[in-house]
Every structure is written in C-alpha cells, then in structure tokens.
C-alpha cells in the first residue's frame, strides 16, 4: 500500500504563495505518475496538475503560468508551487498517485491513491 500526506496549506492574501508538499510512504517503488487536484466546496474534485515519473508535466488551463509541480523520486515527495493565488483557488488539495504507465493524468479515476488533503484558502 502506499500512503500520501500533504501539507503547507493555510491562508494567504490575493496575489501571494504557498509551496505544497506532498510525502509518499510504503510501496513507493510502484507509482509511476503523481498529481493534484482540488475540491471546493458543492463542486467536484478537479484535476490541478500531473506528472510523470519522468518529469512530463500537465497543468490545469485555470492554474497554468502561476502553479508549478515538480518531483523529486529520491525523496519521494511531489510539490506544487502556487503563485498569484486568487480567491478562485480556495478548495482543499489532494496529493494522488498512480501506478499505471498510461493513465490520462486529468481524471481522477486514473489515480489508485490519496492523500488526506490540506486547505487552501485565498482571500481577497
């Protein structure tokens, strides 16, 4: 099994920053893509930002030029930096993980594993 904790969450000011962190345990060996996503509250979940092992990235329209998601596979831990924050942006992120080689990194049914979330909230 593997576990996923996230973490840097909190509340920032319109236009500032938060650098989230994601910490994988147990059977690390077997992911292959991690993502984000995130859920406001009364909407579904919705992907943020993917990537492979590899380092191929894959970014939401709405997020794309001021969130970054990075890896780093010998520590086991995914990040996404956010910048520009908007009120819009308020919704509890998810870490998530799959196994699979070819799964479509956008959707949520392509992910075998979660993290517990963390709130992010942007006021303005």
């Known amino acids: 099994q593997v576990q996923l904790v996230e973490s840097g969450g909190g509340l920032v000011q319109a236009g500032g920053s938060l650098r989230l962190s994601c910490v994988a345990s147990?059977?690390?060996?077997?992911?292959?893509?991690m993502g984000w996503f995130r859920q406001a509250p009364g909407k579904e979940r919705e992907f943020v930002a993917g990537?492979?092992?590899?380092?191929?990235?894959y970014y939401a329209d709405s997020v794309k030029g001021r969130f970054t998601i990075s890896r780093d596979n010998t520590k086991n831990a995914l990040y996404l930096q956010m910048n520009s924050l908007k009120p819009e942006d308020t919704a509890v992120y998810y870490c998530?993980?799959?196994?699979?080689?070819?799964?479509?990194?956008?959707?949520?049914?392509?992910?075998?594993?979660w993290g517990q979330g963390t709130q992010v909230t942007v006021s303005s």
């Open positions: 998530s993980a799959t196994r699979s080689w070819a799964a479509n990194l956008v959707v949520t049914a392509s992910y075998d594993h």
């Open positions: 990537i492979r092992y590899g380092g191929s990235t």
């Open positions: 147990g059977r690390t060996f077997s992911i292959n893509a």
